[in-house]
């Protein structure tokens, strides 16, 4: 009923507009109270339409509409409109079906949100906290500043164990030596790989045997290869077991190295030393847990390198390891950044492999400490602030090798 | 003068012969790249010698060209080889050593295979049940049990977090998405000290809720599968609707099997994952609630000096019986490894390629 009023209403306000016309088409000029007329008919249905839409509205607060009206498109087939004469309510419904994705992310998002954003913000807050003791509920902590920095970097937490700059150079040291080294050797595994035909998959798989490995029971097999069972009577009397490593070493009439015990052969003094055999146990095993990975990564690499540029390089009389350093290297020159972003990255947070070798305590307390051994050393204490003062460090130098990693790969990496 | 001739002529002869077979060659090699390369080598050099006008004695090139290639063969089997026994040795002294008595390990020669088999160091480390670490079974009944679980609920919770985001919309998810990515960046030690104040503070210290929960949710593992999901094309999901098909039914019935393999992948990575869990489980439980890990690095003893009548004492570690422990907990992975080394590959190499 409303509607058909509506419709002739309408049809009547467009009369005089109408007439207006034909009036202008015969004068010439609509005479002024023709004006005035129209203009005062035109005001008048404005004022009309918003109050015949408003009593619509508050209508359709009280009033149940009818469902969403269906209209039969130009083919015939009838076609319901999205949101046009729906309910509050019902648009309410719809949104909350349109946003069910949320639903679904619910339960990681809330597990998320406790165990890794809240502690990533607490983090940088905790950081800055001086002195902070929880037990003390009234005074938990004596203001904000740089203190716990201060401290980790100076050393003088006053807890004795691991030094921050030790830690930093053993970590670094390792990292810088192992990875390029085993990317190298990798890529000479892969190449060798690739260019065989028979037996390939049986190397294949023995390569790759060491992918699957617990970090920590290996670092035990590892360790008794460096190790020295015996005394210092029974090692000068030849009867001690010196370790698979120094029993090769003996062969070339080397005196063994006490691998496994960081003071026994370090260069420098003071507080930070260079415990160059550790290291080289350490390197060792990190060389020979991480070749796995890297081989397969860079020999599906290898095999996805398009043959031609071989077949072209051959005939234009290049030598195999011109091949190797002017067409391989580069083709897969992507991969190899990969391998050596994330070998660093992972290299910064090494812990496992460490404790493997040298046991819970890093060497002698925690002289070959890395980085993470460092934080977890104070949770272990309880000195939570030093652990999160380290733990931002390390996010620092994370992100600062990622930067200038990038940098680097931007200017030398080709991508095909 | 003769001879030159000859020479002269037979290069003639091959020139015309390799230059259209050097043509072949690449051809062929486009196609099929296991071609004989080092024939192709020869008719290349020699095509280039002739054209610029040297006299190259081909035979002699050619048998020079064989006998590179077998060395170069060698050279490659030889390095291959002495890489996957260096790549094999730590597993096959772990294996020997385990088996060998204490006596025999220290001796200052090595062995290579141990004289006398002693079985019983495996009992005696499956037997150990007190001191600074749980007993096997203890600690085996509570890795499988965080393992299945957290595997199970987090591969659910890992797919219906990467269907929303791959195929659903909803106000945020952007935002969402790119907030999960940056989190990778954050190393996780940075969260571990909050995670373990967190626990502490909720009494949460000692339980297998506490190594199940914080661990659940692998931002990297729904970033794979969001993608292997975008993967699948939209008109099978329309298809799939007209079939009437609902949108639960399309993930199950549809994108599941296909996803089948980055599934599995995830699967096997997330239990080895925990298999392998140490930190974690050593700040927040005690010994008897502990992983297979943790109890793996503790020290092993002649208990009661059962195997050697006590004469290593009864707290000295000794290495034999560490090797074993070393072994038991190895072969889980090997056997992973061996049946499952395909899907393993897989989603390494998948992590690979998308990094």
Redo the contacts between chains.
């Keep these: 009923m409303a509607k058909k009023k509506h419709g002739t209403e309408e049809a009547e306000k467009l009369e005089p507009a109408e007439n207006g016309a034909e009036a202008g088409r015969k004068d010439t000029k609509p005479s002024a109270g023709q004006k005035i007329k129209n203009a005062f008919v035109k005001s008048w249905h404005k004022v009309r339409d918003w109050f015949v839409g408003a009593g619509r509205t508050v209508k359709g607060w009280f009033v149940k509409k009818k469902p969403a009206e269906e209209e039969v498109g130009p083919d015939g087939m009838r076609t319901i409109l999205p949101n046009y004469n729906l309910t509050k309510k019902e648009r309410f419904f719809r949104f909350c079906r349109?946003?069910?994705?949320?639903l679904?992310?619910l339960?990681?998002?809330i597990?998320?949100c406790?165990?890794?954003?809240?502690?990533?913000g607490?983090?940088f807050v905790?950081a800055f906290m001086e002195n902070y003791t929880?037990m003390n509920k009234r005074h938990p902590y004596d203001g904000w500043g740089f203190e716990n920095f201060v401290r980790v970097l100076k050393g003088d937490t006053g807890m004795g164990g691991a030094n921050f700059l030790q830690c930093l150079l053993n970590t670094f040291t390792i990292t810088i030596i192992s990875v390029p080294v085993s990317i190298l050797l990798a890529l000479?595994?892969a190449v060798?790989?690739n260019?065989?035909?028979r037996v390939q998959k049986a190397?294949q798989?023995?390569?790759?045997?060491?992918?699957?490995?617990?970090?920590?029971?290996?670092g035990?097999?590892?360790a008794?290869?460096f190790?020295i069972?015996?005394t210092r009577t029974e090692i000068n009397e030849?009867?001690?077991?010196?370790g698979?490593i120094n029993?090769i070493l003996g062969w070339f009439k080397i005196p063994p190295v006490d691998w496994l015990n960081p003071n026994m052969h370090a260069w420098g003094s003071g507080t930070v030393k260079f415990y160059w055999a550790s290291y080289l146990a350490v390197i060792i095993y990190e060389v020979?847990s991480g070749?796995?990975?890297k081989i397969?990564?860079l020999f599906?690499a290898l095999q996805s390198v398009n043959?031609?540029y071989y077949?072209a390089a051959?005939?234009d009389?290049a030598s195999?390891s011109k091949i190797l350093w002017k067409i391989t290297a580069p083709l897969i020159s992507p991969?190899l950044s990969?391998l050596f972003i994330?070998g660093i990255m992972g290299g910064m947070?090494q812990?496992?492999a460490i404790?493997?070798l040298f046991?819970?305590q890093m060497g002698m307390d925690y002289n070959m400490g890395t980085m993470?051994g460092y934080?977890?050393q104070y949770?272990?204490k309880g000195q939570?602030g030093y652990?999160?003062a380290g733990?931002?460090l390390?996010?620092l130098i994370?992100?600062a090798i990622?930067g200038i990693s990038n940098l680097v790969s931007r200017k030398r990496v080709t991508y095909t | 003068m003769a001879k030159e001739t000859e020479k002269i002529e037979e290069s003639a002869e091959l020139q015309s012969s390799a230059v259209p077979s050097a043509e072949e060659k690449t051809v062929v090699s486009a196609k099929d790249s296991v071609t004989d390369q080092t024939v192709s080598a020869v008719g290349s050099d020699a095509a280039i010698f002739n054209r610029q006008g040297f006299n190259v004695n081909i035979e002699q090139e050619r048998k020079r060209q064989t006998i590179l290639h077998i060395f170069k063969n060698i050279f490659v089997y030889l390095f291959l080889t002495v890489c996957a026994v260096l790549a094999f040795l730590p597993f096959y002294w772990m294996i020997i050593s385990s088996v060998k008595t204490e006596m025999e390990y220290r001796q200052s020669t090595p062995t290579f295979f141990p004289h006398a088999f002693k079985w019983a160091n495996y009992a005696a480390v499956l037997n150990q049940s007190s001191g600074s670490n749980g007993s096997f079974w203890q600690i085996l009944v509570n890795t499988l049990t965080v393992g299945v679980l957290s595997t199970v609920i987090g591969v659910i919770v890992t797919i219906i977090t990467a269907y929303a985001l791959a195929r659903m919309k909803f106000k945020g998810k952007g935002v969402l998405f790119s907030l999960m990515m940056a989190t990778m960046m954050i190393p996780g030690e940075m969260y571990t000290i909050t995670n373990y104040l967190t626990v502490s503070d909720w009494q949460w210290k000692n339980s297998f809720t506490v190594l199940i929960l914080p661990f659940l949710v692998s931002v990297y593992y729904i970033y794979l599968l969001r993608n292997n999901f975008k993967q699948i094309p939209n008109s099978l999901y329309q298809a799939a609707k007209v079939d009437g098909l609902s949108d639960m039914g399309f993930l199950i019935k549809i994108m599941i099997p296909l996803t089948a393999p980055t599934l599995i992948s995830i699967t096997l990575l997330k239990f080895i994952g925990t298999w392998n869990s140490y930190i974690w489980p050593r700040l927040v439980n005690d010994a008897n609630w502990q992983m297979i890990t943790n109890w793996v690095t503790g020290g092993f003893v002649d208990r009661g000096g059962v195997l050697y009548d006590g004469f290593y004492g009864t707290s000295e570690p000794l290495t034999t019986l560490k090797m074993a422990a070393v072994c038991l907990v190895s072969l889980p992975l090997f056997i992973l490894f061996i049946f499952c080394r395909k899907y393993i590959m897989h989603g390494v190499s998948k992590s690979g390629t998308k990094g």
């Design positions: 349109s946003q069910s994705g949320w679904f992310v339960p990681a998002v597990l998320l406790i165990f890794t954003l809240y502690p990533i607490n983090a905790r929880p000479l595994i060798a790989l260019s065989i035909k190397y798989t023995i390569l790759f045997l060491p992918y699957l490995t617990n970090a920590l029971a290996m035990a097999v590892f008794t290869f190790q069972i015996g030849g009867v001690a077991n010196l698979l029993d020979w070749l796995p990975f397969l990564i599906s043959k031609q077949d051959r005939i009389g195999r991969m990969y994330t947070k812990y496992s404790v493997g046991g819970p993470v934080i977890y949770i272990d939570t652990a999160f733990s931002l390390l996010f994370i992100m990622t």
